[in-house]
């Protein structure tokens, strides 16, 4: 399903003349100078192509032959009706004269591997008669003295074409039957269920985060150890060249610089597209990551389609049934690990973020965004909040539940309730994210317990939500009563982790603490006492102070403490009399 639908896309983009996708078997190549030549192969100039001043002037790029892969600095190998001078003309200020002599035979000789016959093609035709009775005429060029010396890219075209020759149909032809001639291993591949000359060794992948410059494979065979049934190398799961080199060229393509539908979760290259073009590819990325600079979460495009479509009277996103797929990549030595695939349709992809959106909805400031990417999600549970600490399976695990909109993974939630724990800080992005847990896993599971609201719920009777109220009551009655004197500390950097997770061996002694802050304030006093009043009066008789409190429970003292907390920065009525 992976590899159909990297192929389908590549294809698809192959069809676009605008994607500058390269086609199998071609590759973009700056080219300076480019060879007119007449039906008989006899020159009529030669065009710079270059552009600028100076220094700074720049070939244009060109789609030629890509007839072999990797270097050649040791052996000799020609491309296909194009190359660099010291091929072409054997010239070069560098090389021996015995190698300029084999690289201007190689050229030569390539040309005829590919057209037995060159006269099947006018274009070809023209290059070699050039080739064999009029490229001294070259060297009267004006032209010559830079191409003899700096050994540039050339190629060619006719006096009445705008295309070079090695872009003709019948070089296409001519590429694909060599290698259907050269290709051995024959059979039906697994991706496009067509019968064909076999890949031997997929084409590398290079540039995933985390890899640096090595390559990496998604399906490779190549050593004895992973065959398997007598077969060999690309045999053991047979993909066609063509399907291998489409969606190898797919995620490529995808992750070019510059690209809208790449974004890194962890240390994964996540990549995603749609099986036709929708607005969703542009911005899907804005819903992960973080806004361009200059651009706030409030206007970003993205959000407001996602938000605004039914007062715009734009068809609601969740409608369109457009195929959508979402790839994470991520390597593992010299091999690739898919950390997360996802099929499905846009309108389900904007349903379950949407949802997402929804559940990690919470009472903040205003200087706060209002919707959280999924980066400073998973920064808020790492350390020294790094993206490097993250957790590769946490990252992978979240993405796959906001886009199938199942529960999110239990690490997630612990991974949280342990920076807060460390750093003793329940930030706005922290309280959101333990809050989206409780409120997802209750709404799938079916809980009839009480869950944790958007903002402070004085109904909620649950033990966890009730104590981290108190907890927070409790503080700022600290915080009023060192007035106007600044506290180094509090009482949440000394008490807090065992507070949100053994409640009997540290509340009792935070009541009798209370009674002598409470006693030094100087106003809100019944404010604080009542509140105090109505959170005692909910807990149990039996059990005000449990020895422990469950993950869960941890997670709502946490909400429970930071919905308190905002109360105390809002208008307050009533407070004293």
């Known amino acids: 399903m992976i590899l159909q639908a990297l192929t389908a896309y590549y294809d698809r983009k192959l069809a676009d003349p605008t994607s500058g996708l390269e086609p199998e078997g071609f590759k973009r190549v700056k080219i300076p100078f480019v060879l007119v030549l007449r039906k008989d192969g006899s020159l009529v100039g030669i065009d710079d192509t270059r552009t600028g001043e100076g220094r700074q002037r720049m070939a244009r790029e060109f789609l030629v032959p890509k007839v072999f892969e990797g270097s050649r600095t040791s052996k000799v190998e020609a491309n296909l009706l194009w190359d660099k001078a010291s091929y072409i003309f ?28 060159h006269e099947t093609d006018a274009g070809v035709a023209a290059v070699v008669s050039f080739l064999i009775n009029h490229q001294d005429s070259i060297r009267k060029h004006e032209l010559w003295g830079e191409i003899s010396t700096s050994d540039p890219n050339l190629a060619f075209r006719f006096e009445d074409d705008t295309d070079l020759i090695s872009s003709h149909e019948a070089v296409r032809e001519a590429i694909a039957l060599h290698e259907n001639r ?19 060794l997929e084409n590398p992948i290079k540039g995933l985060r985390g890899s640096g410059k090595a390559e990496s494979h ?40 510059g690209s809208r539908q790449v974004l890194y979760v962890g240390d994964a290259t996540t990549v995603f597209w749609a099986a036709k073009p929708n607005p969703m590819e542009d911005w899907f990325a804005d819903f992960f990551d973080e806004p361009a600079k200059g ?16 007062q715009t009277g734009a068809p609601p996103l969740e409608e369109d049934l457009t195929p959508f797929y979402v790839l994470g990549l991520a390597p593992n030595a010299s091999r690739i690990a898919v950390r997360f695939w996802y099929a499905g ?21 205003p200087k706060e965004w209002r919707t959280i990417k999924l980066k400073n999600l998973l920064r808020s549970t790492a350390l020294q909040e790094k993206d490097k600490n993250i957790p590769p399976n946490l990252a992978g695990d979240t993405m796959k539940s906001i886009l199938t909109g199942t529960p999110y993974p239990q690490t997630l939630l612990a991974a949280a309730i342990r920076r807060v724990r460390a750093k003793h800080e329940i930030t706005y992005p922290r309280a959101a994210l333990i809050k989206a847990v409780l409120v997802r896993d209750a709404r799938f599971y079916r809980k009839q317990d009480k869950e944790v609201d958007v903002s402070l719920d004085i109904s909620n009777a649950n033990p966890g939500y009730l104590l981290g109220r108190l907890f927070a009551v409790l503080e700022r009655v600290q915080e009023e009563a060192a007035k106007p004197n600044t506290l180094n500390s509090t009482i949440r950097d000394r008490f807090y ?38 959170i005692m009066d909910k807990l149990s008789a039996d059990n005000a102070f449990p020895p422990h409190l469950s993950l869960p429970d941890q997670g709502r003292f946490a909400v429970g403490y930071y919905h308190q907390r905002q109360t105390f920065f809002t208008k307050k009525e009533g407070k004293d009399i």
């Not at 190698?99 to 057209?115: G, P, V």
């Not at 077969?231 to 291998?244: E, F, L, P, Q």
């Not at 540290?506 to 106003?523: Q, R, T």
Request: with cysteine.
């Open 182 to 200: 050269t290709t051995s291993e024959r059979g039906v591949c697994l991706v496009t269920g067509q019968y064909g000359p076999l890949a031997k």
């Open 497 to 534: 982790g065992a507070a949100s997770s053994t409640p009997v061996a540290v509340f009792p002694h935070l009541l009798k603490l209370k009674n002598y802050h409470i006693a030094k304030l100087e106003k809100y006093k019944g404010y604080y006492e009542a509140t105090i009043g109505e």
């Open 345 to 365: 349709t846009v309108g389900e992809v904007a349903q379950h973020i949407r949802q997402h959106f929804d559940d990690l909805e919470m009472v903040k400031s």
């Open 295 to 310: 651009e706030s979460a409030q206007d970003n495009e993205s959000i407001r389609a996602l938000y605004k479509a039914p």
């Open 90 to 117: 054997g010239v070069s200020p560098k090389a021996k004269p015995d190698r300029l002599k084999k690289q201007k035979e190689s050229f030569l000789s390539t040309i005829r591997a590919y057209f037995p016959d």
């Open 218 to 257: 998604l399906v490779s065979f190549n050593d004895r150890a992973y065959w398997s049934y007598g077969k060999s190398y690309g045999a053991n799961a047979s993909i066609s060249r063509r399907a291998s080199s489409a969606y190898v060229g797919a995620i490529s393509h995808l992750r070019r610089n």
